[in-house]
C-alpha cells in the first residue's frame, strides 16, 4: 500500500454512484434469473428501467459535485456527466423497446438487460474516465457486453456472424489502443491524462515527440474503430445489420456516444499539445468517414444496413467537430451525439417493431405504404429522416449547423464545404425511404403491421418529441453542452 | 410581447396546417379553405401602411430572440418588395384550394395541410430579415412541396419530386456555408445588422470572399429561379405536380430564388454582383431564348408553360442585373406578373386535364366551340402572357428592357427576341387547342367552365388587367424599397462597374 494511499471520501462514492447501482441492478437480474429455476425469468426488463432511472438520478446529483475520484482515476465534471446522462437515456429509451421483440423472438430473458445494464456500466465510466488504464477498462466492460448483445439471440445465424465479426476485429482494436496505452506509460510515466498532457509538450523531453505521435496513432485506430471512423468502419454494416434490431438502437447512439466522449477526452486533455499532428489525421478520416459513409449507403436496399452506413456517416460529421478542436467543437459534438441518438434510436425502434419475427421485413421495399396503414408510425418516420437529412426545425440541422459552425469558425472552409455536400448526397438515400412509405401502394409486409406495442410506443413519442423540441428550441440542450463542454 | 398583423398573418397558416390535421376528414377541405381566405383577408390589412407617405419603408417589424448562441433572432419585417409577394401568397393558396376541390380524391387531409405548410414556409422567407431564419424557412418550403408533387402527382411524380428535392437541396447546403461564414465574420445573422456594418465600413469583405459567397448564395436562387442551365428540374416538376402544386411552384416558390437575388445577393455583396453581372446577364439572355425556342416545340401543355416560366424568369434576372431603377422595379413587378399569369396559365391548363385527362396539345382542338367562355380566359390569359399592352406582363417587360436597355442595347437586342418568341409560341398553341374543329373527344369531354372554376381563376383575370392599368397600385411602394435596394447594393462597392447614367452606357 504506498505511503500517501487514503481512503477514499463519502463524496468520492457518490461520484461513481450510477456505476455502481447500474452494477447492482444488473446483479439483481442475473441472481433473479437464476433463482427462478428452469424457464427463463420473464418481465425483467421493469427492473433494469428502475436501475437505470435511479443511475440518470444519481448521475445528475453526482453533476452537482464535480471533482475527481479514487487518486485520479475518474473525473465527474459537466462534460462526463453529460455523457453519462445520454447514454442512460439511449439505455431507457432502448431497453423500452426491446420487451416486445425479445418477447416476439421467444427470447424474453433476464441476461439481456443484465447485459445492456453492464454495457451502460462500461459507458458510464468511460464518460468520466481521466486515465488510460480507466479508459481501457471501461471500454472493454462496455464492448464485451456488446459482444454478447450483438449475438444475443444465439440461434440465428446473422447475429452469431455479427457478434464473432463484432468481437474478433474489436479485440484487435482494442489491442491497438492498450499498446498505444503503453508507449505512452513509457514514455510519461503516467497514465493519467493530466500528467500526460504537462509531459507530452516539455521541451526537455521534445525527442520523444515521434514516439507520443506514434503512440496517439495506435490509440487512434483503437478510437476509431469503435465510433466506426474510415478506415477502421468495415465492421459497422456487418454488425449492425445482423445483431437484433433493438440491439443495433443501443449499440449504433450509446457505446458510440461514450467512445467519441472519451476520444475527445483523451486527445484534447492528454494530446492537446500535440493538435497540429493529429489535426490533419482527424481531417482526413474525418472526410473519409463522410464520404464511404454516404455513399455505400446510396447502394443499399437493406434498410438496416443503410442506416448503418448512415451511422458511418453521421460519425464523420462529429470527427468534423473534433476536427475543429475548440470548444465551440466540443458543444457541437455533444449536441449531435444526444441528436444523432433520439433520431436513430426512434429509426430503429421502428424498424424492430415492423421487422416481424425473424426480422423478415428489413428490406427499404417492405415499408411501402407505410403512411397508409399507419399514419402516425410513418409521420414519426418520416421526422426522423428529414432529421438525419438534416432539414430545419428537426434536432438533427442543428447538430450539423452546430457542427459546421465550429469547423468554419476553426477555418476549416473546404471540410465543411465538402462536409455539407455530403450531407446534400446523403438526402437521396434517406429519401428513398420516404418516397417508398408515402408514394408506393401497401406491400405485404405493411398491410399484415399490427399495432405498436406500448414499450415501443413510448420509445417513439419521446424520440420524436426529442427530435422536434431541440429542432424548434436548440437552446435546451446546447446551454448544457455549453456548460458541459469546458475540459480539464 | 407585441404581436404584429404581420406575425399573424406568417403564423396562421401554421396553425390552420395543425387545425386540418386535427379536424376530421370530411371538413378538411372546407377548413382549409377558410382559413386560407381569412388569411387573405387578414394580409390585405398589410397594405395600409404602404399608401402613405413616401410609399417606402419598412413595417410590422418584430425583432426577438428565438436562440441565444449563437445569436438568431426571430426578425420579420415587411417592406415594399415583399409586400406583393406575399400578398400574392396568401392569394394564391385559397384558389389553390379551389382547383382542387374535386380532383384530389386521396388523402385529402394530409394535401390541405401540406398546402397551408406550404404557404407558412413561403411568407417566412419573403419576411425573414434574419439570414438564419430565412434558410430555415427556405428549407421548410421544400418538404410540404416534396410530398405534394410524390403523393398527387402524375406518373413519374417520384422521379420529378426526388430532382427537386435534391436539386434544391444541393444548391442551399453552399448557401449555409456562405451564412456561416458571414456569421463568423460578423457575429450576427441579422440581416438588417450585417447590412449596416458592411455600409458603414465596419466589417469589409474583401473580393476574394465576396466572389465564393456571392457564388454560394447565388446559385442557390439561381437553381430555384432557375436560370438556364440549371432549369432541368422545372419541367419535370411542374409537369407531374397536381395543379395546385403546378400553380404554388410557379407563382410563388421560383420567386423565392428572384426574390433571395434581390434581397441579399445585391445588397451584401455589391461588389461580386456588379463584377459577375455580365456573366449572369449572359446566361438570362441565353434562358430567355433557349427557354421560348423549347416552349415551341412541346407537345404537352403544361411543359410549354414550364419551359415559358424558364423564359419570363430570365427577363427579371435581366432586369435585376441592370442595376437600374427601372430594371429593377421591372424585374419585381415582372415577378408578381409571372406569378398571376403563369398561375393562371397552369390552372386552365389543369381545367382541361380534369376534363379530358391529357395534356398533349395535339388531342384538343375546336375548344372554342364547346366552351366559349373558358377560350376567353384562356385568350385573356395567353395575352397577357405575351406581354400585350393593358395587361400585366408588359408593363414589367418593358420596364426591364428599358432598364437594360440604359446598360447595354446588344442586351435588349436580344432579349427582345424573347417577347416575339413568347407570342409564337402561345398564340400556336392557342390556335393548336382552341380553334379549328372540334373533335368528337373534345365534344364529349369540353365542358364550360363551372362557378367554382370561374371563381378560382377571376381574381387573376382581374389582377391582370388591374395590374397592366392601375400600376400606381403597386409599383411606388416596389420602387421605394427597390431605390433603397440599389443605394445598397453601391454601399459597398469599391469601384463603379456600370453606372446607369445614359451617356456612359453609350460610351460602352
Known amino acids: 500500500m504506498p505511503a500517501d494511499f487514503s481512503f477514499p471520501s463519502s463524496v468520492e462514492y457518490i461520484r461513481i454512484l450510477p456505476e455502481m447501482i447500474l452494477v447492482v441492478f444488473g446483479t439483481i437480474i442475473m441472481l433473479l434469473e437464476a433463482l427462478s429455476g428452469e424457464a427463463p425469468r420473464k418481465n425483467t426488463a421493469p427492473i433494469a428501467l428502475l436501475g437505470i432511472a435511479l443511475a440518470f438520478g444519481s448521475a445528475v446529483y453526482a453533476g452537482t459535485m464535480p471533482g475527481p475520484a479514487f487518486q485520479n482515476f475518474l473525473i465527474v465534471d459537466g462534460f462526463g456527466t453529460f455523457f453519462r446522462m445520454l447514454v442512460l437515456l439511449v439505455g431507457f429509451l432502448a431497453v423500452l423497446c426491446s420487451g416486445s421483440y425479445l418477447e416476439r423472438e421467444g427470447a424474453d430473458s433476464g441476461e439481456?438487460?443484465?447485459?445492456?445494464?453492464?454495457?451502460?456500466?462500461?459507458?458510464?465510466?468511460?464518460?468520466?474516465?481521466?486515465?488510460?488504464?480507466?479508459?481501457?477498462?471501461?471500454?472493454?466492460?462496455?464492448?464485451?457486453?456488446?459482444?454478447?448483445?450483438?449475438?444475443?439471440?444465439?440461434?440465428?445465424?446473422?447475429?452469431?456472424?455479427?457478434?464473432?465479426?463484432?468481437?474478433?476485429?474489436?479485440?484487435?482494436?482494442?489491442?491497438?489502443?492498450?499498446?498505444?496505452?503503453?508507449?505512452?506509460?513509457?514514455?510519461?510515466?503516467?497514465?493519467?491524462?493530466?500528467?500526460?498532457?504537462?509531459?507530452?509538450?516539455?521541451?526537455?523531453?521534445?525527442?520523444?515527440?515521434?514516439?507520443?505521435?506514434?503512440?496517439?496513432?495506435?490509440?487512434?485506430?483503437?478510437?476509431?474503430?469503435?465510433?466506426?471512423?474510415?478506415?477502421?468502419?468495415?465492421?459497422?454494416?456487418?454488425?449492425?445489420?445482423?445483431?437484433?434490431?433493438?440491439?443495433?438502437?443501443?449499440?449504433?447512439?450509446?457505446?458510440?456516444?461514450?467512445?467519441?466522449?472519451?476520444?475527445?477526452?483523451?486527445?484534447?486533455?492528454?494530446?492537446?499539445?500535440?493538435?497540429?499532428?493529429?489535426?490533419?489525421?482527424?481531417?482526413?478520416?474525418?472526410?473519409?468517414?463522410?464520404?464511404?459513409?454516404?455513399?455505400?449507403?446510396?447502394?443499399?436496399?437493406?434498410?438496416?444496413?443503410?442506416?448503418?452506413?448512415?451511422?458511418?456517416?453521421?460519425?464523420?460529421?462529429?470527427?468534423?467537430?473534433?476536427?475543429?478542436?475548440?470548444?465551440?467543437?466540443?458543444?457541437?459534438?455533444?449536441?449531435?451525439?444526444?441528436?444523432?441518438?433520439?433520431?436513430?434510436?426512434?429509426?430503429?425502434?421502428?424498424?424492430?417493431?415492423?421487422?416481424?419475427?425473424?426480422?423478415?421485413?428489413?428490406?427499404?421495399?417492405?415499408?411501402?405504404?407505410?403512411?397508409?396503414?399507419?399514419?402516425?408510425?410513418?409521420?414519426?418516420?418520416?421526422?426522423?429522416?428529414?432529421?438525419?437529412?438534416?432539414?430545419?426545425?428537426?434536432?438533427?440541422?442543428?447538430?450539423?449547423?452546430?457542427?459546421?459552425?465550429?469547423?468554419?469558425?476553426?477555418?476549416?472552409?473546404?471540410?465543411?464545404?465538402?462536409?455539407?455536400l455530403n450531407s446534400a448526397v446523403a438526402a437521396y438515400y434517406y429519401l428513398r425511404i420516404l418516397v417508398v412509405m408515402y408514394f408506393h401502394e401497401p406491400s405485404e409486409a405493411t398491410k399484415s403491421l399490427t399495432a405498436l406495442p406500448a414499450g415501443t410506443r413510448l420509445t417513439l413519442w419521446s424520440a420524436t418529441a426529442a427530435t422536434v423540441v431541440l429542432g424548434v428550441f436548440p437552446s435546451l440542450l446546447l446551454d448544457i453542452a455549453r456548460r458541459a463542454a469546458q475540459l480539464r | 410581447m407585441n404581436c404584429t398583423l404581420l406575425d399573424v398573418v406568417l403564423f396562421a397558416p401554421f396553425v390552420g396546417f395543425l387545425a386540418i390535421l386535427l379536424a376530421p376528414r370530411a371538413s378538411a377541405k372546407t377548413a382549409a379553405l377558410g382559413i386560407s381566405a381569412a388569411i387573405f383577408l387578414l394580409s390585405l390589412g398589410l397594405v395600409s401602411p404602404f399608401f402613405g407617405q413616401g410609399h417606402g419603408g419598412t413595417y410590422f417589424e418584430t425583432n426577438i430572440p428565438w436562440i441565444d448562441t449563437p445569436s438568431i433572432r426571430y426578425h420579420i419585417a415587411l417592406d415594399g418588395l415583399s409586400l406583393w409577394l406575399v400578398i400574392l401568397s396568401t392569394l394564391l393558396t385559397p384558389l389553390c384550394v379551389l382547383i382542387s376541390w374535386r380532383y384530389i380524391q386521396n388523402r385529402v387531409k394530409e394535401y390541405y395541410a401540406f398546402l397551408l405548410l406550404l404557404e407558412f414556409g413561403v411568407i417566412g422567407v419573403f419576411v425573414s430579415m434574419d439570414l438564419f431564419l430565412f434558410y430555415v424557412f427556405w428549407e421548410v418550403t421544400l418538404v410540404p412541396m416534396y410530398f405534394l408533387i410524390g403523393i398527387w402527382g402524375h406518373d413519374r411524380r417520384i422521379y420529378a419530386t426526388v430532382k427537386f428535392f435534391l436539386y434544391t437541396m444541393a444548391g442551399s447546403v453552399l448557401m449555409l456555408v456562405a451564412i456561416i461564414y458571414l456569421y463568423t465574420k460578423t457575429g450576427t445573422f441579422d440581416y438588417t445588422v450585417i447590412q449596416g456594418l458592411l455600409a458603414q465600413g465596419r466589417v469589409t469583405l474583401s473580393n476574394a470572399e465576396q466572389i465564393p459567397m456571392f457564388l454560394a448564395f447565388f446559385l442557390a436562387f439561381a437553381i430555384k429561379v432557375p436560370l438556364w442551365p440549371l432549369h432541368t428540374w422545372l419541367p419535370d416538376a411542374h409537369v407531374e405536380a397536381p395543379t395546385a402544386g403546378s400553380v404554388m411552384l410557379a407563382s410563388v416558390m421560383l420567386k423565392m430564388g428572384t426574390y433571395g437575388i434581390v434581397r441579399f445577393c445585391l445588397?451584401?455583396?455589391?461588389?461580386?454582383?456588379?463584377?459577375?453581372?455580365?456573366?449572369?446577364?449572359?446566361?438570362?439572355?441565353?434562358?430567355?431564348?433557349?427557354?421560348?425556342?423549347?416552349?415551341?416545340?412541346?407537345?404537352?401543355?403544361?411543359?410549354?408553360?414550364?419551359?415559358?416560366?424558364?423564359?419570363?424568369?430570365?427577363?427579371?434576372?435581366?432586369?435585376?442585373?441592370?442595376?437600374?431603377?427601372?430594371?429593377?422595379?421591372?424585374?419585381?413587378?415582372?415577378?408578381?406578373?409571372?406569378?398571376?399569369?403563369?398561375?393562371?396559365?397552369?390552372?386552365?391548363?389543369?381545367?382541361?386535364?380534369?376534363?379530358?385527362?391529357?395534356?398533349?396539345?395535339?388531342?384538343?382542338?375546336?375548344?372554342?366551340?364547346?366552351?366559349?367562355?373558358?377560350?376567353?380566359?384562356?385568350?385573356?390569359?395567353?395575352?397577357?402572357?405575351?406581354?400585350?399592352?393593358?395587361?400585366?406582363?408588359?408593363?414589367?417587360?418593358?420596364?426591364?428592357?428599358?432598364?437594360?436597355?440604359?446598360?447595354?442595347?446588344?442586351?435588349?437586342?436580344?432579349?427582345?427576341?424573347?417577347?416575339?418568341?413568347?407570342?409564337?409560341?402561345?398564340?400556336?398553341?392557342?390556335?393548336?387547342?382552341?380553334?379549328?374543329?372540334?373533335?368528337?373527344?373534345?365534344?364529349?369531354?369540353?365542358?364550360?367552365?363551372?362557378?367554382?372554376?370561374?371563381?378560382?381563376?377571376?381574381?387573376?383575370?382581374?389582377?391582370?388587367?388591374?395590374?397592366?392599368?392601375?400600376?400606381?397600385?403597386?409599383?411606388?411602394?416596389?420602387?421605394?424599397?427597390?431605390?433603397?435596394?440599389?443605394?445598397?447594393?453601391?454601399?459597398?462597392?469599391?469601384?463603379?462597374?456600370?453606372?446607369?447614367?445614359?451617356?456612359?452606357?453609350?460610351?460602352?
Open chain 1, 112 to 420: 439481456y438487460f443484465a447485459l445492456v445494464l453492464y454495457s451502460l456500466t462500461g459507458q458510464c465510466l468511460l464518460a468520466t474516465a481521466n486515465e488510460l488504464i480507466m479508459v481501457f477498462i471501461g471500454l472493454e466492460i462496455s464492448s464485451i457486453a456488446t459482444y454478447i448483445l450483438a449475438g444475443y439471440l444465439r440461434d440465428d445465424k446473422r447475429n452469431n456472424e455479427a457478434a464473432i465479426k463484432y468481437f474478433l476485429l474489436g479485440s484487435f482494436a482494442t489491442a491497438f489502443l492498450l499498446y498505444g496505452v503503453a508507449w505512452i506509460y513509457g514514455l510519461t510515466g503516467s497514465t493519467n491524462l493530466n500528467v500526460i498532457r504537462t509531459a507530452v509538450v516539455d521541451p526537455t523531453t521534445a525527442h520523444a515527440h515521434a514516439m507520443v505521435g506514434a503512440a496517439a496513432a495506435l490509440m487512434f485506430a483503437g478510437f476509431a474503430f469503435k465510433v466506426s471512423a474510415a478506415p477502421f468502419q468495415a465492421w459497422t454494416p456487418d454488425v449492425y445489420q445482423g445483431a437484433p434490431a433493438p440491439v443495433t438502437a443501443f449499440m449504433s447512439a450509446a457505446p458510440k456516444a461514450a467512445a467519441f466522449a472519451v476520444f475527445i477526452r483523451v486527445y484534447f486533455t492528454g494530446f492537446g499539445g500535440l493538435a497540429e499532428r493529429w489535426e490533419p489525421i482527424v481531417w482526413m478520416s474525418a472526410l473519409a468517414t463522410m464520404i464511404i459513409g454516404n455513399f455505400a449507403a446510396l447502394m443499399q436496399a437493406n434498410i438496416k444496413r443503410m442506416l448503418a452506413y448512415s451511422s458511418i456517416a453521421h460519425a464523420g460529421y462529429v470527427m468534423v467537430a473534433v476536427t475543429a478542436h475548440s470548444k465551440i467543437g466540443t458543444e457541437a459534438a455533444m449536441f449531435y451525439l444526444a441528436a444523432y441518438a433520439f433520431m436513430n434510436v426512434g429509426a430503429f425502434a421502428i424498424i424492430s417493431h415492423f421487422g416481424r419475427q425473424g426480422e423478415r421485413y428489413v428490406q427499404v421495399d417492405d415499408f411501402a405504404g407505410l403512411s397508409e396503414k399507419q399514419p402516425a408510425t410513418a409521420a414519426m418516420f418520416a421526422i426522423f429522416l428529414l432529421s438525419l437529412i438534416g432539414v430545419p426545425l428537426t434536432a438533427g440541422f442543428f447538430g450539423k449547423f452546430y457542427i459546421f459552425r465550429a469547423a468554419l469558425d476553426a477555418n476549416l472552409i473546404w471540410l465543411t464545404i465538402l462536409g455539407l
Open chain 2, 267 to 508: 445588397t451584401l455583396f455589391g461588389n461580386a454582383a456588379h463584377q459577375c453581372a455580365d456573366w449572369i446577364v449572359a446566361l438570362a439572355i441565353v434562358g430567355i431564348i433557349v427557354g421560348a425556342l423549347v416552349a415551341m416545340v412541346q407537345p404537352n401543355m403544361k411543359k410549354l408553360v414550364a419551359y415559358s416560366s424558364v423564359s419570363h424568369l430570365g427577363f427579371v434576372v435581366l432586369g435585376t442585373f441592370s442595376f437600374t431603377q427601372q430594371g429593377l422595379d421591372g424585374a419585381v413587378y415582372q415577378m408578381l406578373n409571372h406569378g398571376v399569369s403563369t398561375g393562371a396559365l397552369f390552372m386552365l391548363v389543369g381545367y382541361l386535364y380534369e376534363r379530358s385527362h391529357s395534356l398533349e396539345i395535339s388531342s384538343y382542338g375546336g375548344v372554342a366551340r364547346v366552351a366559349p367562355w373558358f377560350t376567353t380566359i384562356f385568350m385573356v390569359t395567353t395575352l397577357a402572357s405575351i406581354g400585350l399592352p393593358l395587361l400585366n406582363n408588359f408593363v414589367g417587360e418593358f420596364l426591364v428592357l428599358q432598364g437594360a436597355a440604359l446598360v447595354s442595347k446588344t442586351w435588349v437586342a436580344f432579349a427582345a427576341l424573347g417577347v416575339i418568341l413568347s407570342a409564337c409560341y402561345m398564340l400556336w398553341m392557342f390556335q393548336r387547342a382552341f380553334l379549328g374543329e372540334a373533335s368528337e373527344e373534345v365534344r364529349h369531354h369540353i365542358t364550360e367552365i363551372n362557378s367554382r372554376e370561374l371563381l378560382a381563376i377571376a381574381p387573376l383575370v382581374i389582377l391582370m388587367v388591374w395590374m397592366g392599368t392601375l400600376t400606381q397600385t403597386f409599383l411606388p411602394s416596389i420602387s421605394a424599397a427597390n431605390a433603397h435596394i440599389l443605394e445598397q447594393s453601391k454601399a459597398g462597392v469599391e469601384y463603379q462597374v456600370k453606372t446607369t447614367a445614359p451617356e456612359l452606357a453609350h460610351a460602352r
